[in-house]
């Protein structure tokens, strides 16, 4: 990590250039969404769809031979996920169409915070329940796929209606053979969650990607890495491999546990199996910095074994419904009404012979927060994954990526974003520093960079929803939607580059700063907001905190000039705010002449 030196003026980088796009009109907020906390309109020119599918597994089976109550906790039995992607809206918009962010049953989930978080569960169930527990995603789901290109007029144009296009006869001539039907064909994200995460709680940044032309596959791992799922059963238990249930005898003399018993009859009867957050044993705070034991190697490294069987299953969903058997993935779906955590609509609406042909399958980027960034790494390095071409990682928990001589180096492109608090971590940063520096070596475009201001869970939804809290308990200095502007943004730029051209060939209406062409990995790093080390990677230090937030509340206080604003015109202001080209630090780039 680079030394701390005296400050030197930044380059200034275009504060948010779009090139002309034109954010695709949204609805009125409706009353609820002005009582209840909510979620931005994404800044895209495309309107956000939204579908869940749960399908049953190719080959149900269990991962290690990690039990918990008599059974293995590694099951993976089916795969749940979320699709965000570019959508046209009805004439007639329901309310009915827009999607629930905290995933049914709520009170459930509620409670699997609860433990994960280790705090009494009705203080959190209750103040979920007052401030997010009607908050809808601003997606519609089951809407129809888009088939137009976005639009580069101002965004006080009205949306054209079905019989118009956004796009003029020489770019329609510039479109590839490979389009179905004419139709548009878009890039496919991947997205894999942190610890506690689930298939919503990073809409912000998978459904800003959505609108900027992408369709985003947000996975829920069942692999007891979030906070609370539940898995619906096709059949009963015992007909599933992956469920492999203690059925060995009692040892002479001892009689087989009457509650276990009955707990495992019990379950033969339920269509569902609940998934909570699996604690290492005798090892619950792996995840700290300050922990003497390091991380538990064999939950961690079956956990992302068990994630990349689910990324495959997935894949092969796309695949089927980008074939043309759509309606035969919406017969498997198992989030149907009447089913555990579904919505009464299910699949309802959706054309799959609009999704025909419409997916780029074969330059995949992997993405990932945390857990689900040590998950990506893993996957660019495996030679199974070869449809993966790049790989983006938002503050990895680098100790949880699995050391092994038998895995090749990591040869395809990578972007990592990290935040400030997991920057003063050093072995943190040590390693992500080492995955990004083999990389390089190989021949492939890296940067490593660091929103300043962030702490861990700014890229996640709860920071967007709960800006105080983070604010008070993790000290975060920057604005978290402009922290996740900032992570989107530098996305875009990254895939800009490295996908191939005719799957950017809208790209003058991605957002774009900037960040990586100005790219400087000889920008001076400040130590000033490194906490104390009981602290590190928790939360940041301010020094003259009271005063810095008296003066954020004074209702006269006028943003400082260069304050990125939202789309909306609101500034996004934080405690201290650097302006443009000072707002993150780069730490490895690749040659300019390289790209």
Avoid at 566 to 592: F, I, Q
Wanted: net charge positive; hydrophobic share 35%.
């Amino acid at each position: 990590m680079a030394q701390a030196a005296p400050r030197e003026p930044e380059p200034k980088q275009k504060a948010n250039r779009t090139r002309g796009a034109a954010q695709a009109p949204r609805p009125p907020k409706t009353l609820r969404e002005r009582i209840f906390h909510t979620l931005p309109p994404y800044a895209g020119p495309y309107h956000v769809g939204y579908m869940e599918i749960e399908v049953p597994a190719r080959n149900p089976r269990h991962f290690s031979h990690i039990k918990r109550n008599g059974e293995f906790a590694l099951k993976l039995d089916t795969v749940l996920f979320s699709i965000y992607y570019p959508c046209l809206l009805p004439e007639k918009l329901s309310s009915r169409t827009r999607v629930p962010w905290l995933p049914r049953p709520r009170a459930e989930t509620c409670r699997g915070y609860a433990i994960f978080l280790n705090v009494p569960n009705l203080p959190v169930t209750a103040y979920i329940a007052f401030t997010s527990m009607f908050t809808k995603l601003p997606a519609h789901r089951n809407t129809k796929f888009s088939d137009r290109w976005p639009t580069l007029e101002p965004a006080t144009v009205a949306m054209p209606t079905s019989q118009d296009t956004l796009v003029d006869d020489e770019q329609r001539d510039e479109a590839t053979d490979d389009e179905h039907q004419g139709k548009l064909k878009f890039p496919v994200i991947i997205f894999s969650h942190g610890l506690g995460g689930s298939r919503t709680a990073y809409s912000a940044v998978c459904g800003e990607l959505a609108s900027f032309g992408f369709v985003v596959v947000a996975l829920e791992h069942r692999d007891g890495s979030g906070a609370r799922t539940f898995v619906n059963k096709t059949g009963d238990s015992a007909d599933l491999e992956s469920q492999d249930l203690e059925t060995t005898p009692p040892p002479p003399g001892r009689e087989r546990d009457d509650k276990a018993e009955k707990r495992k009859k019990g379950k033969k009867t339920k269509p569902y199996y609940m998934v909570d957050y699996i604690f290492p044993k005798d090892n619950a705070l792996d995840t700290s910095p300050n922990n003497s034991r390091g991380v538990d190697k064999e939950l961690r490294g079956a956990q992302i074994d068990m994630r990349l069987a689910e990324i495959e299953e997935a894949f092969h969903v796309l695949q089927e419904i980008n074939n043309g058997r759509g309606e035969c993935i919406a017969g498997q779906n198992l989030r149907v009404r009447g089913n555990v955590g579904s919505s009464s609509r299910g699949l309802d609406g959706v054309d799959w012979s609009d999704w025909k042909g419409r997916l780029y399958l074969e330059n995949v980027t992997m993405m990932g927060h945390s857990f689900g960034g040590a998950t990506t790494v893993q996957a660019l390095k495996l030679d199974r994954f070869d449809w993966v071409s790049q790989g983006i990682v938002v503050d990895v928990w680098g100790p949880a990526v699995p050391e092994s001589a038998t895995h090749s180096m990591q040869k395809k492109p990578l972007l990592s974003v990290g935040s400030e608090a997991f920057m003063h971590w050093k072995e943190n940063f040590d390693r992500v520093e080492r995955i990004c520096k083999d990389t390089q070596t190989s021949g492939a475009l890296c940067w490593m960079t660091t929103i300043r201001g962030s702490t861990h869970l700014f890229p996640t939804d709860f920071a967007v929803l709960y800006p105080n809290w983070m604010s008070l308990l993790m000290k975060t200095i920057v604005n978290p939607r402009r922290a996740i502007s900032l992570t989107v943004h530098s996305a875009l730029e990254f895939l800009k580059i490295t996908l191939p051209p005719h799957q950017t060939r809208f790209n003058e209406a991605w957002a774009d700063e900037e960040l990586l062409r100005h790219a400087d990995s000889k920008t001076q790093v400040s130590y000033d907001h490194r906490p104390d080390d009981k602290w590190v990677a928790a939360r940041l230090k301010i020094a003259n905190e009271f005063s810095l937030r008296l003066r954020s509340w004074l209702p006269w206080r006028k943003p400082d000039a260069g304050v990125p604003r939202d789309a909306s015109g609101k500034p996004l202001t934080g405690l201290l705010n650097w302006g443009p080209g000072r707002e993150v630090w780069v730490h490895l780039s690749p040659d300019r002449n390289k790209y």
